[in-house]
Structures are given as C-alpha cells and as structure tokens.
C-alpha cells in the first residue's frame, strides 16, 4: 500500500458547487493556492482538511476522496 496516492474529484465538484477556487478556500479557511495543489494531487490533504472540504462540498468525504492505487 506505500504506493498509493490520494485522488480527488474536487475540481468538478467545486465547479457543479458554482464555487471557485478562491471562495472553497475561504469556506475552509485556506489559501487558494492550497485548494489549487490539492485538486492538482501535488499536496495531500489532512484529515480535517479534507472533511472541511467534503462539507463545504456538500458531499462525503469518500466521494471527494479516494485512495489510488
């Protein structure tokens, strides 16, 4: 399992949300440039980094989250 990565679909689900990238971070207390390098895989989220994203998603974690393997 130490090659697996975490994927994310949260680029279409912000953009079905109608939220950019700048108004995700504000709702979970980040910078822009951190939702910007989670969606592009470069930066793993914490737990409660990605719990806050999912809510402000208004979706479960496991939707927004996946382990890749």
Known sequence: MSNATLGN????????????QADLAAAVSVSRKTINTVENG???????????????????????????R
């Not at 679909?9 to 950019?20: S, V």
């Not at 470069?42 to 890749?68: C, D, H, M, N, Y």
Request: net charge positive; no cysteine; charged share 25%.
């Open 42 to 68: 470069v930066f793993t989220p914490s737990a409660l980094l990605a719990l806050k994203i999912a809510e402000a998603l208004g979706k479960p974690v496991e939707t927004v989250f996946w382990i890749k």
């Open 9 to 20: 679909r949260m680029k279409d689900l912000r953009g079905e949300a109608g939220l950019t």
